[in-house]
Each structure stands twice: as structure tokens, then as C-alpha cells.
């Protein structure tokens, strides 16, 4: 492990992470304790946070849908959370049988104080003292993920991949010297290698472009983990739990930020395509009101259709989750006001290129192009600061994006 990790020697503290593949049965959770078990050997503070075991999470959200109308509410959370409280005691067992003084916490218990935003919880506070004296005795705690706890004592989740959030917001509390998340991928990588086969492994990216590439649809780490590591700066690792490699390194260097012209190329298929026209003022009404409603707009673009009559035309995306939602209200207000509503479409793919590469017209120009010359209709495109998206059917999705690679990244 030492010699994998060229920066151990410098390292003092650790926080751990594993999801959920990583711990996916009892053999995966000895094999994760004998990673943690080699850095305890070298005389390293460790915390270990874990995810529940694969498939779990979602067989909990089962259970509770079957009884709760209510996308979330504390007694969802608390069943949803309970398959981290497992991992966490049998991790520590597993480390026990190492020899190690290993002991579990759950939320409560490690004081992790969020919102009451049930589901999609923030959090605001851990006590870190309770953590100083395990540290001292060369103890090792391992803590839920994906939990917290309000301040009337209620059980929260942090929401879908919310245990890289908890390993990240401990690592800032504690002033850890690195987070290493431990999952069932090399690292970050420029495309999804399962759509992608040229897709190449990052050594090291910035934070701010990690944090565009999760936003927009790379799973391999939550966008709200990102956001606290950027923030705090803490020293962030993605690595393999099954293959020993050196994984890639998220930081805020500045030298770093300028080193690839395209850092990644990523996608979501979790969204949906709406196209509106209508006066300037009316369209503004509408986008406020699907705000309003905690829908939440991404790749607006707003074109003037006429001066004299101030027309626009509007195009967007929206979650496919409030997918109904938006429907709705668009459909009302297009029954009692001059407003064309000509598309709501769920069958489109947003793909996203991230890097410094794109921050100009000309770059999305050469990228329409080369879709345009391969005969793949982009519904529209919307370029900020560091990143391009574009909109098109998601039937093309393998073709574009393998496209887009081989002519972006690689050269």
C-alpha cells in the first residue's frame, strides 16, 4: 500500500471510505478491513466511513415506498439508513478480528448534525472530540455514511451517494491530511469506460472541473462531497478497492487547473428536454414559478424571436424527476395564457464537456460540426465558463460521445 501511494509518507491522518460494491458481501468487507489494517500498520490515524452493502439501500427504499407516499420523511429516512448501520458493525468486527481496537458510530453517536431536509440533508456540525480520544489510543472509528441527525435528535439522509459527503465533511472536521474513497472503479476517468473504450484514467484533476463532471452526470463521486472538498481543500483520493493503483488525485491546484484543455466528457440520461416560446415577460413567469417549485432549471438558453412583439423561445432542461411536476404546471399555464409549449421531451441524453478547451465559441462550433457531420441533430447547446452541453436524442448518445472523445481528448 505504502509504495502505491507516493504521498503516505507524508500523511498522518486519514479518513477511509468504501461504497457499497466495496463492501457488497462479507468477503468484500475482510478484504476492505485488510486495506485499512495495512494502513493502521504503519502507524496512520484512520476513520472508516461505509456505505451499506450493494443493493441494500435500495431494497430499503422499497420497504419504506411501500408504506410512504411521501418521496421523504424522517421514518423513510430511518429506513433507509439503517443498512449503513450494519456495514459499520460488521466492518468493525472485521477489523477486530485483525487485532484492531476498532469501534462503530452512527450518526447520533458521532454527533454528525445536519438540517431537516429529510432525504436530501445538509450537513451542518460534527463534534470532533469523541474522535481526538480514539485517535489517541490508536482506536479505530468506523462511522455510518449517508446519516446525520437533526437538532430535536431525528434521523436524516444526506441523499443518493451521501456517504462520500459524510467521508469528506469528517475529513474537513477533523483536518485529515487525505480522503481516500474506495470504490469499484481505477479512478476518475475522461468518459464512462463502459461507453467509451479509448476512456483514459486521470492522475489528478481540479477540483472545480471534478465538480462540473459530477454535476452533470459522472457517478463516481457525490456532487456535494466536491463542493466540501473544493471548499476546505482536503486532499482527495479516488481509488480501486479491488486493484492496487495509484488512483486519481482531486486538489485545488492551480497549475493543475490549466494542464488539460478537455479534462472529461460526461452524460445524463436522468433528464429531460423542454422547448417554450412566448412573450419575454410570460416565458419569465413560467421558469420563475417552476423555481418556485424547487424545480430546478440547468443549460437555459433564451433566444429573441422578434423585437417589435418581444418574443422568445426558450430551451432547458429539468430532472425527470419533476418530470409530472413540470408537466403540470406547463400544461396549465399553456390552457390560460399565449404560450407554446413545443416540446417536453425525456428521450434526450445531455452530454457535457468539461475543461478550459471550451470556454470560447470557436470550440463549440468545431463540436457542432463534427455532430453535424456525422448526422447527430443537437436539439440546442449551452456554453459556461468551463463547460459545453449539448442536447440531443438519446439514441446517438454512444455514437456523440465516442466521437467528442476521439476528436477532444484523444489526439
Not at 132 to 144: G, M, Q
Not at 182 to 189: L, N
Not at 250 to 269: M, Q, V
Not at 354 to 382: P, R, T, W
Amino acid at each position: 500500500m505504502a509504495a502505491l501511494l507516493k504521498y503516505d509518507i507524508f500523511v498522518a491522518r486519514y479518513i477511509v471510505k468504501f461504497g457499497g460494491t466495496s463492501v457488497g458481501n462479507l468477503d468484500r468487507i475482510q478484504h476492505a478491513a485488510c486495506i485499512v489494517a495495512e494502513l493502521a500498520k504503519e502507524g496512520h490515524e484512520i476513520a472508516v466511513v461505509v456505505s451499506a452493502m450493494a443493493g441494500m439501500t435500495n431494497q430499503l427504499f422499497s420497504y419504506a415506498n411501500t408504506f410512504c407516499d411521501v418521496s421523504f420523511s424522517p421514518e423513510h429516512d430511518v429506513v433507509v439508513s439503517s443498512g449503513e448501520q450494519i456495514t459499520a458493525g460488521l466492518m468493525a468486527l472485521a477489523l477486530q478480528k485483525y487485532g484492531l481496537d476498532a469501534q462503530s458510530f452512527l450518526a447520533w453517536q458521532a454527533t454528525i448534525l445536519t438540517d431537516n431536509n429529510y432525504g436530501n440533508a445538509t450537513i451542518e456540525s460534527i463534534k470532533t472530540s469523541s474522535f481526538d480520544t480514539h485517535f489517541a489510543k490508536k482506536s479505530i472509528p468506523v462511522i455510518a455514511g449517508f446519516q446525520g441527525i437533526t437538532a430535536d435528535n431525528r434521523i436524516t439522509t444526506l441523499g443518493r451517494g451521501g456517504s462520500d459527503t459524510t467521508a469528506v465533511a469528517l475529513a474537513a472536521s477533523l483536518k485529515a491530511d487525505c480522503c481516500y474513497i474506495y470504490t469499484d472503479v481505477e479512478g476518475v476517468y475522461t468518459a464512462d469506460p463502459r461507453i467509451v473504450q479509448n476512456a483514459r484514467k486521470i492522475d489528478s484533476i481540479h477540483y472545480s472541473h471534478m465538480l462540473e463532471l459530477a454535476k452533470h452526470g459522472a457517478k463516481v463521486l457525490h456532487a456535494r462531497c466536491v463542493e466540501l472538498g473544493m471548499q476546505h481543500d482536503v486532499d482527495l483520493y479516488v481509488l480501486s478497492s479491488f486493484v492496487k493503483t495509484a488512483g486519481t488525485r482531486i486538489l485545488n491546484n492551480t497549475d493543475n487547473h490549466n494542464k488539460c484543455a478537455i479534462s472529461g466528457i460526461t452524460h445524463s440520461l436522468n433528464e429531460v428536454h423542454i422547448h417554450i416560446n412566448g412573450e419575454s415577460a410570460y416565458i419569465s413567469l413560467v421558469l420563475n414559478e417552476l423555481s418556485q417549485n424547487n424545480i430546478a432549471i440547468d443549460a437555459l438558453v433564451r433566444e429573441r424571436l422578434s423585437d417589435a412583439c418581444v418574443l422568445e423561445s426558450a430551451h432547458f432542461t429539468i430532472g425527470k424527476a419533476d418530470f409530472e411536476h413540470a408537466k403540470t404546471l406547463l400544461i396549465a399555464h399553456k390552457a390560460t395564457n399565449s404560450f407554446d409549449l413545443l416540446a417536453i421531451d425525456p428521450n434526450i441524453v445531455k452530454i457535457s464537456i468539461i475543461g478550459v478547451g471550451i470556454k470560447d465559441q470557436a470550440a463549440e462550433m468545431f463540436v457542432l460540426k463534427i455532430l453535424a457531420e456525422n448526422h447527430i441533430f443537437v436539439h440546442f447547446s449551452y456554453r459556461l465558463d468551463i463547460k459545453l452541453s449539448l442536447v440531443i436524442t438519446n439514441d446517438q448518445m454512444t455514437k456523440a460521445i465516442n466521437l467528442l472523445h476521439d476528436a477532444l481528448i484523444i489526439r
